[in-house]
């Protein structure tokens, strides 16, 4: 278990992993990404790791590219279009996303936000399900931005695999900090698969951008150990 996230084991699609019914079941578990309740049994709707959380969520962490929007999820995207008071936001997944001009902080008609074609947005999705286009915000539900909104200009945005991303924002794993020792830099990671990275230097934000892919073929330990001295060679 690290840092309160358990790997349970191995699951295949239609596998069942538990039966659980809210009326005479003792407590409470919530579903996440890859799993499926009905009929009183959870089953697996995809292959990967089955994971569970000290605070019983449970989810398949599997290898994949492929964006599947989920509520809540933060998440960055690519403005496309202005329809409107709407702007079309590209998130990765099969549908773009929308966003209000009313959905950044302070935002009104007279202190409106104009975005621009390609500028890189980070923020939260409120809906997200097969029948409806996402939708997208940049304010909590206090309407403060909390570290959302349209990301400065000058960094760098490059994608990784969905589980890559799961593994970096991890409170307790170290990889990140230990780039940190060795260049200052500001990182924002999306549950879509997309990172951005932001240093002084091109050079430097492309050893970090090089450093972070490590992730796709090492465990973070593995790439831990060799994100410094990639560093030193790249910078």
Same mark, same amino acid.
């Given at each position: 278990?690290?840092?309160?996230?358990?790997?349970?084991?191995?699951?295949?699609?239609?596998?069942?992993?538990?039966?659980?019914?809210?009326?005479?079941?003792?407590?409470?578990?919530?579903?996440?990404?890859?799993?499926?309740?009905?009929?009183?049994?959870?089953?697996?709707?995809?292959?990967?790791?089955? @994971? &569970? =959380?000290? !605070?019983? $969520?449970?989810?398949? /962490?599997?290898?994949?590219?492929?964006? +599947?929007?989920?509520?809540?999820?933060?998440?960055?995207?690519?403005?496309?279009?202005?329809?409107?008071?709407?702007?079309?936001?590209?998130?990765?997944?099969?549908?773009?996303?929308?966003?209000?001009?009313?959905?950044?902080?302070?935002?009104? @008609? &007279? =202190?409106? !936000?104009? $975005?621009?074609?390609? /500028?890189?947005?980070?923020?939260?999705? +409120?809906?997200?399900?097969?029948?409806?286009?996402?939708?997208?915000?940049?304010?909590?539900?206090?309407?403060?931005?909390?570290?959302?909104?349209?990301?400065?200009?000058?960094?760098?945005?490059?994608?990784?695999?969905?589980?890559?991303?799961?593994?970096?924002?991890?409170?307790?794993?170290?990889?990140?900090?230990?780039?940190?020792?060795?260049?200052?830099?500001?990182?924002?990671?999306?549950?879509?698969?997309?990172?951005?990275?932001?240093?002084?230097?091109?050079?430097?934000?492309?050893?970090?951008?090089?450093?972070?892919?490590?992730?796709?073929?090492?465990?973070?330990?593995?790439?831990?150990?060799?994100?410094?001295?990639?560093?030193?060679?790249?910078?």
């Amino acid at each position: 278990m690290l840092g309160g996230l358990e790997s349970v084991r191995v699951v295949l699609p239609g596998d069942e992993v538990m039966s659980y019914n809210p009326d005479s079941s003792g407590g409470s578990i919530f579903l996440g990404p890859g799993l499926r309740w009905e009929d009183g049994m959870v089953r697996a709707a995809k292959a990967g790791l089955l @994971k &569970k =959380t000290s !605070r019983h $969520l449970y989810f398949v /962490d599997t290898h994949q590219k492929r964006y +599947i929007p989920q509520r809540r999820e933060y998440v960055i995207g690519i403005v496309t279009k202005k329809k409107g008071d709407i702007y079309k936001i590209d998130i990765g997944g099969s549908e773009q996303a929308t966003i209000s001009f009313l959905s950044f902080e302070n935002a009104s @008609k &007279k =202190t409106r !936000r104009d $975005l621009a074609l390609g /500028d890189l947005i980070y923020g939260q999705l +409120i809906v997200a399900n097969k029948h409806m286009e996402p939708e997208m915000v940049c304010i909590d539900a206090y309407d403060r931005a909390m570290g959302m909104g349209v990301l400065p200009a000058g960094g760098v945005m490059f994608n990784v695999s969905l589980q890559v991303a799961r593994e970096i924002i991890n409170p307790d794993c170290p990889f990140l900090l230990t780039l940190s020792k060795k260049v200052k830099y500001t990182v924002v990671v999306g549950m879509n698969g997309r990172v951005w990275v932001k240093a002084a230097h091109q050079n430097s934000m492309v050893a970090l951008m090089n450093c972070i892919l490590m992730l796709e073929y090492m465990t973070p330990d593995e790439a831990n150990e060799k994100a410094l001295k990639l560093l030193e060679a790249l910078m």
